[in-house]
């Protein structure tokens, strides 16, 4: 199926194509027209002439919009989650997460647009000042550019599409090259929806041309992206003065102390390490374990991961499937040779088929060592003998980035200690650092990223303050 350009309400083909093969069987399983820079000034300027009408449009119209999808979208769940699976390769069963994920994610937005408001303030409070009616609100910014990437295709769209729309901005979508057909039937939801503003949402989809374009217009007040470090610095230096909200990278650690439930903190560190073939922001690469257990808690780390079944992502039983691409596949094993090269030790099997990595837990693993300082978005998870809470929260606080970390142990004081020393976006007491409710504020520090997601902040972030002075 053909993942046509949305300018506006209109839908548009060309007749350069680019397709897109499943990562599992390498089979064309979308196309989608080849955008340019032109293509996007394009739909930045519809989206400019809309957002007039995105402004005047009532909160409760805005919301039946979202709603509308919401249902639209549980009502062919089985049929996104497949194009999920077929576009990235992600576990079936997990596909279906994300889709009533995305289900939540919209209505939450609603629910949250609803209950937000200014507030009074008191002008009089002060000797300079004097008696008035003054508040502030909340106000669109106009037009939101939000870049998505291939990890979450549906659910992190909804991330933005919903707190921007909501909030009553035009949005111009540029969706992850690998998965166009996903972002089109999504975008298309909201386009057909009776309740839809014309002309909010356009999608344009391309690499580096599209992109640049549209961070570097005038047009947009807020750019939303999801993705890499690098392209998050050009981002930085490109898109001049907007704002600019950034969910980047992370090599998310996890410290288990001598008090910690082993075996608990084994089988969630396996979820968290291998959860959709460790492509994830926030998967779980570095573990920092107590001296004192080391040995126990690698001997139950690799048994807890054997217990995952690897395979066709089609298959209902199936954990972990492929990785997105060849080059990924490739990246993960060669990182892992590095790693024994240097002294490192896989306690299980290192093994890849094609694009399918299996998952690969190595022990006696050094700071200095490239799997741990930097991010792998592999199955990889890497386990480092340390002393103590005190030398773990030096060594997870070193990495540049500071996304999520976590923490295992039935110590109170050390769960104060992780809770404050801890340099990190999210702090995670008694599970893995992969875990993440879509209603929480998420995202990172130093080079992880600025600005926070979920749909309350994500509308802080995505409009301005306005205050009012009445005399």
């Known amino acids: ?101 995305c289900i939540e994610t919209l209505r939450l937005a609603c629910e949250t647009m609803r209950t937000m408001h200014g507030e009074t303030i008191n002008t009089d409070a002060m000797p300079s000042g004097r008696k008035t009616l003054a508040f502030f609100r909340r106000v669109p910014v106009g037009v939101v550019v939000a870049i998505t990437p291939f990890n979450f295709p549906l659910n992190l769209v909804a991330h933005k599409l919903a707190p921007a729309l909501v909030a009553g901005n035009a949005v111009v979508l540029k969706p992850t090259p690998e998965a166009p057909l996903c972002a089109y039937k999504f975008a298309t939801l909201f386009i057909e929806s009776p309740y839809a503003i014309p002309d909010a949402l356009s999608v344009v989809y391309g690499d580096a041309e599209v992109g640049s374009a549209l961070v570097s217009s005038d047009i947009p007040r807020v750019i939303s992206f999801t993705g890499s470090v690098g392209v998050g610095q050009i ?168 996304l999520q970390f976590s923490i295992f142990t039935q110590d109170l004081a050390l769960t104060k200690r992780a809770i404050e020393e801890l340099d990190a976006g999210g702090v995670v007491i008694n599970d893995m650092p992969t875990l993440r409710f879509d209603i929480q504020p998420y995202g990172g520090v130093k080079l992880s990223g600025v600005g926070r997601e979920g749909p309350r902040f994500a509308i802080e972030e995505m409009s301005e303050i306005q205050s009012v002075i009445i005399t």
């Open 235 to 402: 981002i930085t230096r490109t898109a001049g003065i907007k704002k600019v909200a950034l969910e980047l990278g992370g090599n998310a650690a996890s410290y288990v102390d001598a008090s910690a439930d082993l075996a608990y903190a084994a089988q969630r560190c396996a979820l968290g390490a291998f959860v959709n073939s460790g492509q994830v922001c926030i998967s779980l690469q570095r573990i920092y374990v107590d001296t004192a257990v080391y040995d126990v808690f690698a001997a139950l780390m690799a048994k807890e991961t054997l217990k995952l079944t690897v395979g066709s992502p089609y298959d209902e039983a199936t954990f972990m499937g492929p990785l997105i691409n060849d080059e990924a596949a490739q990246r993960a094993e060669a990182w892992v040779q590095s790693a024994i090269d240097e002294g490192a030790r896989p306690l299980l099997e290192v093994r890849r088929e094609g694009r399918i990595f299996y998952p690969c837990v190595m022990a006696d693993v050094t700071d200095a060592m490239k799997i741990v300082c930097e991010e792998v978005f592999a199955p990889i998870v890497s386990l480092v003998r340390v002393g103590g809470f005190d030398e773990a929260v030096g060594r997870m606080n070193a990495a540049p980035y500071g």
């Open 1 to 101: 199926m053909e993942a046509m350009i949305y300018f506006g309400s209109q839908a548009v083909t060309k007749a350069n194509m680019s397709e897109r093969r499943s990562p599992y069987s390498g089979e064309v399983v979308s196309r989608a027209s080849v955008c340019d820079a032109e293509d996007a000034r394009k739909a930045l300027e519809i989206a400019r002439r809309a957002a007039v009408t995105c402004k005047q449009s009532t909160l409760s119209r805005r919301c039946s919009w979202l709603l509308d999808v919401a249902q639209r979208l549980e009502s062919m769940r089985e049929e996104m989650a497949k194009t999920i699976t077929d576009e990235v390769g992600k576990p079936i069963t997990y596909a279906r997460i994300e889709v009533d994920r």
